[in-house]
């Protein structure tokens, strides 16, 4: 039963929020979380905001091991964190009631905290809500850097994408093809998901990769032209079909491995990695993080393209939070088109 929070803007709260009650080996499952609500004491001068929708990403599945990694794992039995969108209530500092804002307070319906914590924004006309957390959140940013700073795409080059029917994957088709790239390819894990690559969003080819020979499926996609670029967001497999195909002083953007975040024997090497001595490759890894300079140029540029439509949004929308935890592991498994959110009706 949804707590009814009335005069919120004062005294005692009651949150709901998810958390990790065991570390998942192997694929994650929902009895790895937990849905709890607990009754929060608001502190002076705290910002209070309703939580709207709330982001759940690959990256979130690393966090859920008890190991060293470019960000702190989770705590069992504590609340989780990530990406969310919502509306300040009760303001303070700079926000004021009715304000949207952007925050990492996520995986619960409402959230508080100093004003530092919350970036307030303004919707494009036009434009959801959701779509700030993914077309123009994080996946779109990071989609912007791996593929104009990172892999550094000239125009009239042939661009190869893994997971390209997913939040990060869709981006960098589109801007792949705003940018100018002469051809763009994309893998996906059906041949539904590969028909939505050609008739949504644009691709100039696209191949299913649960086939038997992955070489063979992107040299025809490639229409026998070397790969100047390859957005990475799986590796295994995949990482070693593009290497064979990439073209002298070929870059690769190595943004994920989501192949193998769930795997429990060993991790799949890759056999042709000396290919990258001969012919002059770059593989560099990079984190979304590191390159927030490129924000506002990035905001600038993608934001009227969405509300004109020129850039399509895809997202997969799951309501309520208790079904945070299935909508997880759903984008794991790569159910769903697009940006995987949860919608928290109010």
Not at 50 to 62: C, E, K, T
Not at 118 to 123: A, E, H, I, L
Not at 297 to 314: H, K, L, S, Y
Request: proline residues 7%; neutral net charge.
């Amino acid at each position: 039963m949804r707590p009814q929070n009335e005069g919120v803007e004062s005294g005692r709260l009651e949150v709901r929020e998810v958390l990790l009650v065991r570390r998942p080996t192997g694929w994650p499952q929902p009895s790895d979380f937990q849905l709890r609500v607990r009754s929060v004491e608001r502190q002076p001068q705290e910002v209070l905001v309703r939580n709207l929708f709330i982001s759940v990403d690959p990256y979130m599945r690393g966090r859920m091991n008890d190991r060293p990694s470019y960000v702190p794992p989770f705590q069992l039995d504590e609340p989780m964190t990530g990406a969310a969108v919502g509306r300040v209530v009760s303001g303070g500092g700079d926000l004021q009631r009715g304000d949207h804002v952007l925050h990492h307070l996520g995986w619960r319906d409402w959230a508080s905290g100093p004003p530092a914590a919350f970036q307030r924004f303004d919707p494009a006309p036009g434009i959801a809500l959701s779509a700030y957390l993914g077309a123009l959140g994080m996946p779109g940013l990071t989609a912007y850097v791996g593929l104009l700073r990172v892999a550094a795409l000239k125009p009239g080059e042939t661009v190869f994408v893994s997971a390209a029917a997913g939040a990060v994957g869709g981006m960098v088709g589109q801007l792949a093809r705003l940018h100018g790239a002469a051809r763009v390819i994309g893998s996906a894990g059906s041949d539904r998901k590969v028909q939505h690559l050609l008739d949504r969003r644009g691709f100039d080819a696209a191949f299913n990769y649960h086939c038997d020979d992955l070489v063979e499926q992107l040299r025809l996609a490639s229409a026998g032209q070397p790969i100047d670029v390859y957005f990475d967001n799986v590796g295994g497999a995949q990482l070693e079909a593009a290497i064979s195909l990439l073209n002298q002083h070929g870059r690769v953007a190595m943004c994920g491995a989501i192949s193998q975040y769930n795997a429990t024997g060993p991790e799949v090497g890759i056999r042709n990695l000396p290919l990258a001595i001969g012919r002059r490759l770059r593989l560099e890894g990079f984190l979304v993080g590191d390159h927030s300079d490129l924000a506002p140029a990035f905001r600038n540029e993608v934001e009227p393209q969405v509300a004109a439509g020129a850039i399509p949004v895809d997202e997969t929308v799951v309501d309520g939070l208790e079904a945070s935890p299935q909508a997880f592991i759903g984008m794991l498994r790569g159910d769903g088109v697009g940006k995987m959110v949860v919608r928290i009706p109010e």
